[in-house]
């Protein structure tokens, strides 16, 4: 079977993924020695474990101060400008913690962080098989504040795997800030020119908190819940000078992200012939940086631009319009299964890469959530490193030093990332930001689809299944003389196999499938593309079925039955199901492409006379 260079290159993808999900959730023990064989919460075989002795519990607090309360050594600082912090008091204990299997969405654990210590030190917690979702907060919804002094709210969420029999420990939880907290700082000089009726009313959307001159000192912080991904933050101030006259303006602060702490400070720009003038200038900056508002309105001045020294940088698509959506189509990819579409975006920077900034959404959640466990949702390529640098390279990015500092650049993502996207349904965006080191940016879309139910000319190419093995007829029985492999061919050239579905049909098969643990292929049937463990490992060991990514998504794969369980059906010493005839198997096979049109035949072997 021919298995494609982008198929290769996604199952990496995946087993990245299955790694770093490994890496969050900690080890599995394969064989734990406490496991019972009867303990009356589930069905034999359908159960794993959660361990707790690897627990922590780690705050990185608002001051920046990273806090391990279960350590008994120092808290160490992030990042190095906070070493002068104190360890903050983080009291974790009552930290409201939930498990949630992630299928059904039942209640796995509900209660707080030294609740869960305790529960899992008496001994690992038996759960069903499947995906859960942990999520630990600082405080109950319904003690949460839409704005509140000196009440940040942390937490975390992720995911893990309880597999067959098996143990999943929990390992160091991580909390962040959750809302957005907000200081005010103005200077002395201007303080004493404001009236003590003056003050700031800071808010967001329908939530605000007055700032009066108590404070402005920059130490008292306000936090607001975020109501979005960005969200605006409305400054006004009103009041009075101390020698008359009205002081009032009104600023908003654009794209503030949960888990930021935006520092504002007010301050006189000059003064002129005695008179207090001011400037308004207002940037959005990232955790630990200020924003200066400068000005006051009454007595402010245009604030005069000088033109950049170098020219705004810029970004073409070649050949296209960002504008445009594009759709993918099966037609694109050639026979290695890359894409022959050019993707090219050119990004001219006179003024040299500081930022190459990429945010990427879609309409597919499982795509999305894929990105989100290997952290490239968003990302700098000047900044990105590691393992997520390096699956960036792969996909065609530069990253580092391959465009910092540069002042053109190629972004040649064509090939690998169409053919990894294909395999998503869906429409989805890569929002491009480009900033030159003057503070310039430059932004584009690039959009493409996937939709290969309406590809043009997709639905004249239904799946097929044809019997190679002696060019045999698959409408008639096919009986087992000669011990040989039987092999099949199914092409699914409209968008790869999205689904195979083998159901087998016997009396004395199902007896001998019951032996070696494969009973679900009589009913319901096995999926090839998403085999459980055990269908998995027996299918393609003994009985020589494709499996997994050998099928899903290819265009066309061999099946097999393997000359050994071909052996073992025509020696098979069961009662058939009609008394005095040899023994009859059925493999009736199903299978579906990505567009959605699907294919039947059955396989029927015989066993030879005796």
Known sequence: MKTTRNMKFFTGLCSALALSALLLTGCVNEEPPYKSTDNGSAEAGTTGYLSGETLSLRVIADSQTDVRPDDTEDATQTPPQANAATRADVATDNYHVTIVNSGDQSPAFDGTYAELKSRLAEGPMELPIGSY??????????????????????????????????????????????????????????????????????????????????????????????????????????????????????????????????????????????????????????????????????????????????????MVWTGHDFGETFQLKASMFDEEGLCSEPFEIVATVPGKVARFDIAISSTNEQFMASLRELKIEQFDLCSISGMEATMLQGFGFPVGDQIKGLTSKTLNIGGQLPSMLYAFEGTHTFAFTVTDEEGQKASATLTLLVDKAHEEGGAGNAPSIVMLTDSHNLAEPYVMNEIKDIEITIAAPNGGIRELLVTAESQALGTLLEQIGLSSLISPGVDLCHPDKTAEEVLGSVVGFPVGDEVLNQNSILFKVG?????????????????????????????????????????TLVQPAK
Request: aromatic share 8%; hydrophobic share 40%; glycine share 8%.
């Open 133 to 314: 979702d942990l999520t630990v907060r600082s405080h109950r919804d319904e003690e949460l504040q839409a704005a509140a002094w000196n009440m940040p709210v942390y937490g975390t969420s992720r995911s893990f795997t309880i597999t067959k029999d098996a143990t999943t420990s929990l390992e160091e939880i991580v909390c962040t800030l959750q809302n957005i907290k907000v200081t005010l700082l103005c200077s002395a000089d201007l303080a004493e020119q404001l009236a003590d009726d003056t003050k700031v009313v800071i808010s967001l959307g329908d939530a605000a908190l007055e700032f009066d001159k108590a404070h402005w000192d920059g130490s008292q912080a306000a936090f607001f819940l975020p109501s979005g991904e960005e969200n605006t933050l409305d400054f006004v101030l009103t009041g009075t000078f101390t020698d008359g006259g009205e002081a009032g303006f009104t600023r908003t602060i654009p794209g503030v992200k949960a888990g930021q702490w935006r520092k504002i400070e007010l301050v006189i720009a000059y003064a002129d012939q005695g008179n207090v003038k001011f400037d308004i200038q207002v940037d959005s900056f990232v955790l630990d940086q200020t924003i200066t508002i400068n000005g006051t309105e009454g007595l402010w001045e245009p604030l005069y631009v000088e033109k950049p020294l170098v020219e705004a940088p810029s």
């Open 563 to 603: 000359a050994t369980f071909v052996g073992i059906l025509a020696g098979n010493e069961i009662p058939s199901d009609v008394e005095g005839e040899p023994n009859t198997y059925k493999f009736h096979l199903r299978v579906t492409d990505n567009a959605g049109a699907s294919t039947e035949a059955t396989l």
